[in-house]
């Protein structure tokens, strides 16, 4: 993740695209947080305005609560909105520990072919604490 714009208008397009959302209930009752990865344009932003963003907006409102986060990767192109795996890894890390020990599951939606393998080889390994890790659907690329 690069920087190309200013870090209010980083902060302005984070609201705006709706990236980070939490909707909903999984089947055990817990909140889920959504990521559209298709709407992540990491190229233009820097790790500390998302980090910063987290903390203001959506770590707050997880509170105490358990949680569950479901990534969903349809239409994401390595060359313009794909975090990484890193990224991903980097944003797990920036959640601070009394939310993060309520986090119960992630789970990764239409990864392509490259990821899926990876995240149902090494997923596990990633996140920390028990964590479980799906991976639903493949779309190939």
Excluded at 27 to 36: A, C, E, M
Excluded at 43 to 59: A, M, N, T, W
Excluded at 96 to 111: G, K, M
Excluded at 115 to 139: D, E, K
Aim: charged share 20%; with cysteine.
């Amino acid at each position: 993740m690069s920087s190309q714009i200013s870090e209010a208008d980083q902060e302005l397009l984070l609201l705006k695209l709706d990236i980070f959302k939490i909707r909903g209930k999984d089947k055990q009752g817990h909140k889920i947080l959504r990521i559209i990865g298709k709407f992540f344009p990491a190229r233009l932003l820097i790790v500390e305005v998302v980090k910063k963003y987290l903390e203001e907006h959506i770590f707050p409102r997880l509170g105490k609560r358990r949680f569950s986060v479901l990534y969903v990767h349809t239409g994401v192109q390595r060359s313009d909105n794909f975090p990484g795996i890193s990224g991903l890894r980097w944003i797990y890390k920036a959640i601070p520990i009394n939310v993060r020990d309520n986090l119960q599951a992630v789970y990764f939606l239409h990864p392509g072919l490259q990821a899926h393998l990876f995240l149902a080889t090494f997923g596990r390994f990633l996140f920390s604490g028990g964590v479980g890790v799906g991976v639903v659907g493949c779309t190939g690329n």
